[in-house]
């Protein structure tokens, strides 16, 4: 059974900076993807950064500058270092990792969330 853990989340002052961290678990394989979402209060959650197998990121445009994600494959990891927080960077983070199968596609899985709440 393929587990995501997220930590890092807090509370945070406007310029300020966190790390967020996902370890994975379960599974030898390595994801194929693995991706930071976040859902502010009252929105939907929306894709904020993502990295593929092969080191390839993409950011939300909302993020870019501010956002770095990076991945430990030996691990599983990914991580979010996120810098110059905004109040509207407020936001449950969800880690995704998405793993290919041949015997059934491709499955997502998901983390639990980690609340990064920035405020003075």
């Known amino acids: 059974q393929v587990q995501l853990v997220e930590s890092g989340g807090g509370l945070v002052q406007p310029g300020g900076s966190l790390r967020l961290s996902c370890a994975a678990s379960?599974?030898?394989?390595?994801?194929?993807?693995m991706a930071w979402y976040r859902q502010p209060p009252g929105k939907q959650r929306d894709v904020v950064a993502t990295?593929?197998?092969?080191?390839?990121?993409d950011y939300a445009d909302s993020v870019k500058g501010r956002f770095t994600i990076s991945r430990d494959g030996a691990r599983n990891a990914v991580y979010l270092q996120i810098s110059s927080l905004k109040p509207e960077d407020t936001a449950v983070y969800y880690c995704?990792?998405?793993?290919?199968?041949?015997?059934?596609?491709?499955?997502?899985?998901w983390g639990q969330g980690t609340q990064v709440t920035v405020s003075s």
């Open positions: 995704y990792a998405r793993l290919w199968e041949l015997s059934v596609g491709y499955t997502n899985y």
């Open positions: 379960g599974s030898a394989r390595t994801f194929d993807v």
């Open positions: 990295i593929t197998k092969g080191g390839m990121t």
